[in-house]
C-alpha cells in the first residue's frame, strides 16, 4: 500500500505509509389491474427501467492454471487497524487466528491470515536474506505460519516490486531479489503474497509482476498471488495469467466517500474477473469505527456482488457483536463465494439508486439495491431486468433480513440511506410457499419545518401474485415528535398489485435543528394462508427552513447534507487533510478567496431551496495546496437533474467561473467527481460560491 491521499508517479520514491489516510427503477411493466373498489385502495402504474448497456466482454485471457483462488480469498489483514503500530506481532497474528475457530469466521469460509508491511527489519542480512522482525515475530515466520496451519489456516506476507517497501521506514522490497525471496516465504510455509508497487524504480509494471510470478512458480509451493498496483496500469487487461487477483484501485480508507469512490472504479470492471483471476478494491473496513452499521453492511453487501476478496481489515480482539454479526452472514458470504465465479453488473444507477445483479450457479440471481443518496430512497427493478426468465413468480429471499417472500416480479425496497439491500431471487415452483413481498415507501419530498404540522403520504404496495390480508401500518418519528394517521391504516385485504395510501401528519417540536431524521414504517400482515410477515423500513424526514432572501454565501447556509471523499467539508477553506478544521485559505492558480467551500472527491453538498431560488455562481478548481496534483470535474443538481458541469479540471487549470439555473428546486447539490482517475489528491473549492434566492 502507499500513502493513499497523494499521487505518486510509479517510478521512484512514495510518500509515507504512517497513517490511515484516506485515498482517495421502476416497477414491472404492464400487469392487468383487476379493479376492486376498497377504501383507500388504488392500482398502481407499472413501467419498464431504464437499463445500463452492458460492458464490453473482452476478449478470454487466459488464468493460472494452478487451481488457486477459484473463489475469491478470504481472510484477515493487519494493515487497515493496525498499520506498523507495536501491537502488530506475533501474539496478534495467533489471536487472530483463534478467532476465526472460536467465533465461527473459519466455519464461513475465512482461511488467510496475511501479515502486511513492517513484518522485517529495515535491512537484509550479510547473504542478502529478508530477517523478520525479532521484536515482533521473536521465533520467526515459520514458527506463525505453524500455528496458523495448526488451526486449519493459511499465512499471507506483504513486500514490494521496488528496492523499498511503502512504509516511510523502507523495509527491503523484492526488486532484484525476486526468486530468493519467494524461496524464503516457500520455505516459511507462505500460503499468500501480496505484492506492492512501491519505490519501483521505473521498471515496467508487467515485467516486474510477471517476474514474482515465475520466481513463486519455481518454489513449487501453492502461494496465492496478489498484485498491488493500484490499477494504475491497468492490470485487469494483462495479469490474468500473471497473479490470482489485482488491485483496481488505490487504498481503500474508513470512510464513506473512500469506499463509495472505490466501489464506483470496480464496478465497470466485471467482465475480467473470474475463477482465479479476481478484481480486487481493496480490503474490507468493517468494524474500525470510521462508518455506520449501515455503511458497513452495504460495504460488505457490495464487495460480496463484486465477486471481491473479503479480507477482514479490523482488529478482531476489538469487534464488537455487530462487526461479527456483518462479517460473519454465511448467506451474504455465499452469493461471494459462488463457484460460478461471476462478478455483478449495474442494472441501473439513476439519481444514487444503484440496481446491481449477479449471476450464480444455480441460476438465481443476487440483487443488490443500494441507495447511495444521504436519504431513504426506493430502489426498483424486475427479475426480467436482472436476466430471469418469465415465470409466474419468484422466491425472493432478504439476505440480511433471513426471510423468504415472493413477488411477480418486481424486485424493490425502500433502502435507507447509504444503505443496501441484497436479495437472491429464483424462478421455481416453491414460492407460493411464501408470502407476497410487500413495497412501502413515501411519497413525494419529506420536508419539515420544526413547530409546523406537515404532512406526509405513505404507500404500501403488494408485489405479489396473492393478497396481503389484515394488514396494518403504524409510522413512528424521533423522540418528542408527533405522528397522527389521517386516513385508515389497514385493511382486511390487499390485492396483488394494489397501492394503501395513508396520509400521516408529522410535527417535528420548535427548536428542533435543521438536518435528517429517521421515521419508521411498519406493516403486518398474512397470506390468504395464514403465514404472518411484518417489515419495519426506515424512512427520512428532513427537518429544513426556507433559504434567506438575496444572494447568500453557501458557506455560511446550513446544508441537508454533506458526504467528503476526505475528512469533512469545511466552510471558508481548503479541504486541508483528514481533520475538522485543518485547512488553509482557498486558493485557485494563485488567487486567495475569503468564502467558500472546501472539499474532496467524491463529494456533495445538498442544500434546501424550498422552490425559491434561481441561481448558483462560483468559482471553481483544484486547490493550490496540493501542488499541481488532482483532477477533478464540478457538477450542479437540481432535484435530481444535472443543470449545470464543467467537464475535468486539473490543478494546471485556472479557475473556471460556473453559473447554474436552480429555479424552481427544492433541493440543490453541489458535486464533485474524480475526473475519472480516482481521488487521489482531488481537493477542489466552490470559491465564492453564492446562492440567489
Not at 482517495?24 to 437499463?51: E, S
Not at 489471536?95 to 513484518?119: E, P
Not at 487487461?237 to 488505490?250: K, N, Y
Not at 477482514?312 to 461471494?336: C, M, P, Y
Amino acid at each position: 500500500m502507499r500513502h493513499p491521499h497523494t499521487r505518486t508517479a510509479p517510478t521512484n520514491t512514495t510518500p509515507t505509509r504512517t497513517a490511515p489516510i484516506a485515498r482517495r427503477g421502476r416497477l414491472l411493466g404492464a400487469v392487468t389491474a383487476v379493479l376492486l373498489c376498497a377504501a383507500g385502495v388504488t392500482p398502481i402504474a407499472l413501467t419498464a427501467p431504464a437499463v445500463a448497456a452492458p460492458a464490453e466482454v473482452p476478449a478470454e485471457a487466459p488464468a493460472l492454471a494452478d487451481g488457486l483462488a477459484l473463489t475469491p480469498p478470504m481472510g484477515f489483514n493487519n494493515w487497515n487497524s493496525t498499520h506498523c503500530r507495536a501491537e502488530f506481532d506475533e501474539s496478534m497474528v495467533k489471536g487472530i487466528a483463534d478467532l476465526f475457530v472460536d467465533r465461527g469466521l473459519k466455519a464461513a469460509g475465512y482461511r488467510y491470515v496475511n501479515l502486511d508491511d513492517c513484518w522485517a527489519l529495515p535491512e537484509r542480512d550479510a547473504d542478502g536474506k529478508l530477517v523478520p522482525d525479532p521484536a515482533r515475530f521473536p521465533n520467526g515466520i515459520k514458527a506463525v505460519a505453524d500455528y496458523v496451519h495448526s488451526k486449519g489456516l493459511k499465512l499471507g506476507i506483504y513486500t514490494s516490486a521496488g528496492t523499498r517497501t511503502c512504509n516511510s521506514a523502507g523495509f527491503p522490497g523484492a526488486l532484484g531479489h525476486e526468486y530468493s525471496d519467494a524461496r524464503q516465504f516457500a520455505d516459511w510455509g507462505v500460503d499468500y503474497l501480496k505484492y506492492d508497487n512501491c519505490n519501483n524504480q521505473g521498471v515496467d509494471a508487467r515485467s516486474r509482476y510477471t517476474t514474482m510470478r515465475d520466481a513463486l512458480k519455481a518454489t513449487g509451493r501453492p502461494i496465492v498471488y496478489s498484485i498491488c498496483e493500484w490499477g494504475e496500469n491497468k492490470p485487469w487487461e494483462w495479469a490474468s495469467d500473471v497473479g490470482h487477483l489485482w488491485r483496481t484501485t488505490g487504498d481503500i480508507s474508513d470512510n464513506w466517500g473512500s469506499m463509495l469512490s472505490i466501489l464506483k472504479k470496480n464496478l465497470p470492471l466485471a467482465p475480467y474477473a473470474g475463477p482465479g483471476h479476481w478484481n480486487d478494491p481493496d480490503m474490507l473496513e468493517v468494524g474500525n469505527g470510521g462508518m455506520t452499521d449501515t455503511e458497513y453492511r452495504t460495504h460488505f453487501s457490495m464487495w460480496s456482488v463484486m465477486a471481491a476478496p473479503l479480507l477482514i481489515g479490523s482488529d478482531l480482539r476489538k469487534a464488537s457483536q455487530a462487526t461479527f454479526d456483518v462479517l460473519g452472514n454465511k448467506e451474504v458470504i455465499a452469493v461471494d463465494q459462488d463457484p460460478l465465479g461471476r462478478q455483478g453488473t449495474v442494472i441501473s444507477s439513476e439519481g444514487g439508486r444503484w440496481v446491481v445483479a449477479k449471476e450464480m450457479k444455480d441460476g438465481s440471481r443476487a440483487v443488490a439495491l443500494f441507495n447511495e443518496t444521504a436519504a431513504a430512497q426506493r430502489v426498483t427493478t424486475t427479475a426480467r431486468a436482472v436476466g430471469l426468465p418469465a415465470a409466474p413468480a419468484y422466491t425472493l429471499r432478504d439476505l440480511w433480513q433471513h426471510r423468504s417472500l415472493h413477488t411477480a416480479g418486481t424486485i424493490a425496497a425502500t433502502v435507507p440511506a447509504h444503505g443496501t439491500v441484497l436479495v437472491r431471487v429464483s424462478a421455481g415452483s416453491g414460492w407460493a410457499a411464501h408470502p407476497p413481498a410487500v413495497g412501502t415507501g413515501l411519497d413525494g419530498a419529506p420536508f419539515v419545518t420544526a413547530g409546523t404540522p406537515a404532512t406526509l403520504t405513505t404507500s404500501v404496495t403488494d408485489l405479489g401474485r396473492t393478497p396481503a390480508t389484515r394488514l396494518t401500518v403504524s409510522l413512528s418519528g424521533p423522540q418528542g415528535w408527533t405522528v397522527r394517521a389521517l386516513s385508515p391504516t389497514g385493511t382486511a385485504a390487499l390485492p396483488a398489485g394494489r397501492v394503501l395510501r395513508i396520509r400521516w401528519s408529522v410535527t417535528a417540536p420548535a427548536g428542533t435543528p435543521i438536518g435528517s431524521y429517521d421515521l419508521t414504517l411498519k406493516t403486518s400482515y398474512r397470506s390468504p394462508a395464514g403465514i404472518h410477515a411484518d417489515s419495519a423500513v426506515p424512512l427520512t424526514a428532513s427537518v429544513v427552513v426556507p433559504p434567506p432572501t438575496g444572494t447568500s454565501y453557501l458557506g455560511d447556509l446550513p446544508w441537508l447534507s454533506a458526504v467528503n471523499g476526505y475528512g469533512p467539508v469545511e466552510r471558508d477553506t481548503s479541504n486541508g487533510e483528514s481533520a475538522a478544521g485543518d485547512g488553509h485559505p482557498i486558493t485557485l492558480g494563485g488567487a486567495v478567496y475569503a468564502k467558500g467551500l472546501g472539499v474532496h472527491a467524491d463529494s456533495a453538498v445538498e442544500y434546501y431551496t424550498g422552490g425559491t431560488c434561481t441561481r448558483v455562481t462560483a468559482d471553481v478548481g483544484v486547490d493550490d495546496e496540493k501542488g499541481g496534483k488532482g483532477t477533478v470535474a464540478f457538477e450542479v443538481w437540481a432535484d435530481g437533474a444535472r443543470v449545470a458541469s464543467t467537464g475535468v479540471l486539473t490543478n494546471a487549470m485556472p479557475a473556471r467561473s460556473l453559473t447554474a439555473d436552480v429555479t424552481g428546486a427544492q433541493v440543490v447539490r453541489l458535486v464533485v467527481t474524480d475526473g475519472g482517475d480516482g481521488i487521489d489528491s482531488d481537493h477542489a473549492d466552490w470559491a465564492d460560491a453564492r446562492l440567489s434566492c
